[in-house]
Every structure is written in structure tokens, then in C-alpha cells.
């Protein structure tokens, strides 16, 4: 009898020990570099809006871990021809509310992203897509203008939001009041201090890891870091390369670092100031030494590249040559542009490494311009950025990603005439990425952005300076592994105690 009492004991010793390894904590705690922007998801897409929304909201499609395009609301999908394509919807799927999500959401949600009156900075993206329809309650059907070969790859950043809610409330407080079908529901947004997200208990996948999810607006890197030393934070985004060494050699924190598809690069302004002389946009190329940026400043955590495009992304070329760093070249130009001390507005925000900008300035004022730094938070910075080019700055550091691992997520928005983002025109570069997002032929696409990658490289309306790395800090109890196109899933973590 008591050897059976042993054992039944030593089993429910380590049924305990086991259970007490499993448990999680209450709440997760993200230290990001600023606010979010906007939570609605058809809107804003820079970084520290979708880290927080996309835990909000469920994607039409999405990506693996492995970085293929897999379902999520839709569950399969099938052309009927080269301009249409049927989605078959998931029926089990409930909004936060409680509301059944049904082929409408997915239609309005589709229609109202390409509507004008939205005014989204993503419409660039989607603007090939036509009307999506929904012909039963989880079916939808979707027509393109023409056939269009990056539509999936787009469609993997599509959020699905509910139709009644959204018409009921209106685009202004639902971007204050989300509603999403993800594993988390917005209950607080403390604008410029922090988010905080609970769990959606009914929510369709699997139990979300955390109860609560806490996301902090913390510009300051050094607070960030002493956040996660001191257990404040759980996790941090953008850890500088150079306190790579510092978050490591802390006995509860890690570094977590992945190659992406995000490519570094210096927006140049052409239509306005004295970068609209297309000889001082070249100097500013031969003055910035990217090797150097790359060495010292990144560490290693990053790759050179010539073009605005890294390799993870179709449409990247090797063969498009880039401005090699030389600034007795440079000074030449300058000279030649009559733009000697010419002022220069350099745009940054805390998103952005100020070390990197500081350099850069650096670098191209050796060569005979005077650049100032205007810095903001981020909202400011994207709305200048995104506006008018008399308003939008001479230069500003950028990190695009698309999320879709296609150049007409890429070149398209950032240079095509009539985007926000585009302070540049040029009829020839129009046509041939237009014509490049219309065809189905792979090997004619890659031609086609070859030839408007040289047009880029002789106008400078922007230049690509390095394939970015992903690095966070994170306590080592975190078990998460992240992808090349960093998405913050809060549903891939979890908590070893």
C-alpha cells in the first residue's frame, strides 16, 4: 500500500512540476518606439500600428512561418479567370462582439479599402482590384481590372472588419474603438502612452497565450533596454545593433534577430527644394558611404543592396548597379547645381535610428549642403511625409516593408506618380511598373522592374541602402521565433516559467 501511495505521489509531482513549467503569465508587456499611428487597419501600416492592430483583426490570407501564403478567413480560393477569383469563407468565425463574420465583411472590408473616399495610404496596393462581391454568406468573389500577379501576396495584408459595426460607428470612432475578429480585443488606448489588449476568449484558432497584452509607447531605446533588464517590458522592438551585446550578456534577456524583407533606404525629394535638381540627388548618392553605415552602425545586422528591394522580394535585381561612395563627385555636382549651402530638411521620427540619420547628415553636408534634422513623432512625421511635397521634407530615412515579398508592394507605392508616398514623376517609370502588375509572365515582370530599376538609379528620387534585420530584446522565458516579415503574432508566443 505505501509503495502505491509512493507512486501515486510521484506522479502527481511531476503532473505539478510539469503544469507549473506550463503556466503563463498574466500579462505580456511590449516595449515599442512609438505609438500606433491608427488602429484601424485599412489606414495606417507603418510598423508600430500593425504590431498592435494585427493582433486586433484577422487577415483575409496570411503567411506561414516559412513564408508561404496560407489560409486564414479564407479558407480556399480558386480563379475563375485571370480577373476574377473566388474565396471560400470560414463559417466558424465571430467578431469580438459576438457578431457571426460572414462573405459581406470580407466584400465591404475589400470594397471599402479601395474606396477614394477612405483616403488610405495603402490604396496603392489594392487600387488593381476592382469590386468584391459576396455571392453566399461564404463565398466572395473578386474582380480585378486586369490580370494582376501580385493580388495574394497583397491580400496577405488584408484585414477583415465588420461591416454593421464599422457603418454604425463610422470610419472615426472605429479607428478609436476597433472591433476585430482576432485573439485580442482593444479595451484601452492611451494615445502616446500605451495600448492594452485583452484576450477574445471565443476566438476562433486557440486560446490566446496571455490574458492581457500591454503595448508601450517608449521612444527612448536606453529605457527600453532597462525595461526589459528590469522585467518592465517582456519584449522590445528595434534594439540598436550596437546594444546587441548589452541585452545578450543580460542574464534574463535575449536577442532575437531575423533577416527580412524590410530594405533601409533614403527617400530624396524631386519635386521640391534643392533636391529637385536631379545633379544634387545624385550627390547626396555618391556622399553616403554605406558600407560604413552598414559596418559601424548596424553591426553586421543587415546586407548591402543597390536598388529599394531586398532578396526575399520578387522582382529583386543583382544587375542594377549602385552609387559607389565619393565625395569629390559629389561636391562636383553641388557645385555644378549652383545649390552650395543649399538647406536641406532631413524628416526622422524616434522610429528611426538616430545615430544612422546623424551620420547621414554628416556625410552630406562634408560635401558642400547644410541638412537639418526636423524630428517628430511618428503620426507627424508620416503626415508630412505622405503630403504635399513642398511640406514633405529634402530627405527622410525609410524601413518598407509591404509584407508581400513583391516589388509592386515596393517601387510602386514609394515612386509611382499620384501615390503619398511618391514625390517624383517620371511617364516611363509609370508605364513600366503599370505594365508590370498586369501580367502573369514572371520572366516579363523581372525585365520590366530591371528597366525600372535603372530609371531609379539615374533619377534618385530615393536609393536603397541596406536589407534590414529584425532585432528585439526579449526575456529568455519568451518562446517566440520571428519571421522574415515581421509580424508581432502574439498568438506564436508563449511563456516557459
Known sequence: MSARIASIAAVLLAFTASTALAQTKDTLTIDLPGDAATLDPHLQWNTDSYTIYRNIFDNLLTRDASGEIVPQIAKSWKYLDDKTIEFQIRDDVTFQDGSKLTAEDVAFSINRIIDPKLKSPQL???????????????????????PYPALLAQLVKLSIVPKAYVEKVGDQEFNLK???????????????????????????????????????????????IADLKTGKADLIRDVPPDQTASVDGDSNSQVLSVPTERVGYMFINAEAGPTKDV???????????????????????????????????FGYTDKVQGY??????????IKA?????????????????????????????????????????????????????????????????????????????????????????????????????????????????????????????????????????????????????????????????
Open 324 to 333: 559607389s561612395y565619393d565625395p569629390e563627385k559629389a561636391k562636383e555636382l
Open 124 to 146: 496603392s496596393q489594392f487600387d488593381q482590384i476592382e469590386k468584391a462581391e459576396a455571392t453566399s454568406p461564404t463565398t466572395v468573389k473578386m474582380t480585378t481590372k486586369s
Open 178 to 224: 476597433p472591433l476585430g475578429s482576432g485573439p485580442y480585443k482593444m479595451v484601452n488606448w492611451q494615445k502616446g502612452i500605451q495600448t492594452e489588449l485583452q484576450a477574445y476568449d471565443n476566438y476562433w484558432r486557440a486560446k490566446p497565450p496571455f490574458e492581457n497584452v500591454v503595448f508601450r509607447a517608449v521612444p527612448d531605446v536606453s529605457t527600453r
Open 337 to 497: 547645381a549652383g545649390a552650395e549651402g543649399a538647406k536641406v530638411e532631413f524628416l526622422t521620427s524616434p522610429a528611426y535610428n538616430r545615430a544612422m540619420v546623424e551620420a547621414i547628415q554628416q556625410m552630406v553636408n562634408e560635401v558642400g549642403l547644410n541638412v537639418e534634422i526636423s524630428s517628430s513623432d511618428q503620426a507627424t512625421f508620416l503626415k508630412r511625409r505622405q503630403g504635399d511635397p513642398a511640406n514633405a521634407g529634402g530627405l527622410a530615412l525609410g524601413a518598407w516593408s509591404c509584407a508581400c515579398q513583391d516589388a509592386d508592394g515596393i517601387i510602386f507605392p514609394l515612386f509611382r506618380s499620384g501615390s503619398i508616398w511618391a514625390k517624383y514623376k517620371n511617364e516611363t517609370y509609370d508605364a513600366l511598373v503599370d505594365k508590370a502588375r498586369t501580367i502573369l509572365d514572371e520572366d516579363e515582370r523581372l525585365k520590366l522592374y530591371e528597366q525600372a530599376y535603372e530609371i531609379l538609379r539615374e533619377d534618385v528620387p530615393g536609393m536603397g541602402l541596406y536589407q534590414a534585420y529584425a532585432l528585439y530584446g526579449a526575456s529568455k522565458k519568451l518562446k517566440w521565433q520571428p519571421t522574415a516579415n515581421e509580424s508581432m503574432f502574439v498568438m506564436d508566443m508563449g511563456w516557459q516559467q
Open 279 to 313: 545633379r544634387v540627388r545624385q550627390a547626396i548618392a555618391y556622399a553616403i558611404d554605406r558600407d560604413a553605415l552598414i559596418q559601424s552602425l548596424l553591426e553586421g545586422y543587415g546586407a548591402l543592396v543597390n536598388i529599394v528591394g531586398a532578396k526575399p522580394v
